[in-house]
Nanobody
Framework: QVQLVESGGGLVQPGGSLRLSCAAS????????MAWYRQAPGKQRELVAR???????NYADSVKGRFTISGDNAKNTVYLQMNSLKPDDTAVYYC???????????????WGQGTQVTVSS
């Protein structure tokens, strides 16, 4: 069973930066897209950024110009560079990949366990 493991969360002051990483536990056959979601206390989970196989990306309006999603296929890892962080960015951040583990598998959505990001002075 493929597992996704996030890292890089923590406490940062407003205006600071963090880089989140999400790595797969093993090589997979094919990846359709990779994304980051976040969920703040009392709020619904929301899409932050998504990257597709060809490199196309899209972002939530609230993070455009501040966050950058990128992928490293050789390392089976996706990153989220977060700059100019605001208190409203405080949330648990989850990565999710749509992937087929093997050549005979169908595509499915896989989720990491989440990493906490807290922006506070």
């Amino acid at each position: 069973q493929v597992q996704l493991v996030e890292s890089g969360g923590g406490l940062v002051q407003p205006g600071g930066s963090l880089r989140l990483s999400c790595a797969a536990s093993e090589s997979v056959f094919s990846i359709s897209d990779m994304a980051w979601y976040r969920q703040a206390p009392g709020k619904q989970r929301e899409l932050v950024a998504r990257i597709y196989g060809r490199g196309d990306t899209n972002y939530a309006d609230s993070v455009k110009g501040r966050f950058t999603i990128s992928g490293d296929n050789a390392k089976n890892t996706v990153y989220l560079q977060m700059n100019s962080l605001k208190p409203d960015d405080t949330a648990v951040y989850y990565c999710t990949w749509r992937l087929a583990p093997t050549e005979k598998s169908t595509f499915g959505d896989y989720w990491g366990q989440g990493t906490q990001v807290t922006v506070s002075s």
